[in-house]
């Protein structure tokens, strides 16, 4: 198995894959981001009202072809919200954009005081995607692709991620 870090900076080749997914059985299935990937980036919602509030913002704000694009490209329900993947040519870590204080039914123990709404997964980060099972969360909900493929990733420009991420951070 490869260590994070030579995971993060080198794509597997066809017979690690069938390695992983065959010889060892596995169920879920999690993309590498950053550099490795092309510069792939993903906008993860934690919530769906999160996602949804967005969504209806860069709409309002006149940026329903930017929405469509990179719903058309890939969009993915999570066990709890939505992730938007996209390429592009600057991206950074992993970047919380905006959070809010957990209620105290939310709270796994005293100090687990901030629920986050929108990240980024960048350089250094991976994302679990579609067709991964409910085992794998611990919701026991999967991973569904509603639409797009892998395939037909958007790409944007650095000012289109730029704005997407600046809206995203007046959720905090």
């Not at 597997?12 to 792939?40: F, H, M």
Request: net charge negative; glycine share 10%; proline share 5%.
């Amino acid at each position: 198995m490869l260590g994070w870090k030579e995971a993060a900076s080198h794509r597997p080749d066809e017979e690690q894959i069938d390695r992983w997914y065959v010889s060892e059985d596995r169920s879920g299935v999690g993309l590498v981001c950053g550099a490795a990937s092309k510069n792939l980036e993903c906008l993860d919602f934690d919530a769906a009202e999160s996602y949804q509030g967005f969504a209806a913002t860069a709409r309002a704000l006149g940026w329903d072809d930017l929405v469509d694009r990179i719903e058309a490209g890939y969009l993915e329900r999570s066990p709890g919200g939505v992730h938007w993947l996209y390429y592009c040519d600057e991206i950074a870590g992993n970047t919380k954009l905006a959070c809010r204080p957990k209620q105290p039914k939310e709270m796994k123990h005293p100090k687990d005081g901030i629920k986050t709404l929108i990240e980024t997964r960048g350089q250094g980060g991976y994302i679990i995607i579609a067709p991964t099972n409910g085992s794998v969360h611990e919701t026991g909900r999967p991973y569904v692709l509603e639409r797009g493929s892998l395939r037909t990733i958007a790409t944007l420009t650095p000012t289109e991620r730029h704005d997407l991420l600046s809206l995203a951070r007046t959720f905090d």
